[in-house]
């Protein structure tokens, strides 16, 4: 009896020492392991700043092998027509010259040069400044030489005076001559004759083959010297 309880009391120290030890043994050996300083650990990235960092590596990638295309835009085709300037012509200008519509353009005809009269009578449609155009007259020499005065009317069948060593103060021509006319309803060849300012109404009737009492009809054309 005495020698059990010797033994059990053996088998228990041993126990304790046994466990023990191992206490002892963890200890040491979580001891043993070196503690990294806090400021000595990799610094923990997040899932942004990663992918921030992949989307720049592969856009500097991408210009390193694409060179400066893409930085500058390529400018898109232009839809305009290029300049007269740009475009080359198609036709030599010698050629293009020659191929011209040619401008419409009468020769001067030749008509009788009336001399400037002494007298005039005057017919329907004249006016003072219509004849002093016609015979290279300075108006007011014309009305003074009449007693007429500024703004007067002229009447069919009226004698006046036409001074000399006077010139109308301006262009004379009202209209480029020559050309042709068409007669409108009322029109005589003295009324033509003082639309076109410097034409003489006997030298239209004598370049259209008129005859006194040179009567006109609408619609007729007419070659203006």
Do not use: W
Not at 52 to 60: I, K, N, V
Not at 63 to 80: D, K, N, R, W
Not at 139 to 153: I, R, W
Request: aromatic share 6%; net charge negative; glycine share 6%.
């Amino acid at each position: 009896m005495h020698i059990k309880r010797v033994l059990m009391i053996f088998i228990v120290l041993v126990i304790i020492a046994g466990s023990s030890g191992c206490v002892k043994s963890a200890s040491k050996t979580t001891d043993a392991t070196p503690t990294t300083p806090k400021e000595n650990l990799p610094v923990q990235e997040t899932p942004g700043d990663i992918m921030s960092q992949l989307e720049s590596f592969a856009t500097q990638t991408a210009v390193a092998m694409e060179g400066p295309s893409l930085i500058m835009e390529t400018p898109e085709p232009s839809s305009e027509l290029p300049s007269e300037e740009e475009t080359p012509e198609a036709v030599p200008s010698t050629e293009a010259e020659a191929t011209a519509a040619p401008t419409e353009t009468l020769s001067p005809i030749p008509t009788t040069k009336h001399e400037v009269p002494s007298t005039y009578t005057v017919h329907r449609g004249e006016f003072p400044y219509c004849l002093a155009r016609r015979f290279d007259v300075n108006p007011v020499a014309l009305l003074n030489a009449n007693g007429l005065s500024e703004g007067s009317f002229l009447h069919e069948g009226m004698t006046l005076k036409i001074p000399k060593n006077s010139n109308f103060p301006g262009k004379r021509a009202l209209k480029n001559h020559p050309t042709t006319y068409t007669v409108s309803a009322g029109d005589t060849i003295y009324t033509i004759a003082c639309e076109f300012g410097d034409v003489d109404p006997l030298s239209i009737a004598e370049v259209n083959g008129l005859t006194s009492p040179y009567k006109l009809t609408s619609g007729q054309k007419l070659t203006i010297p």
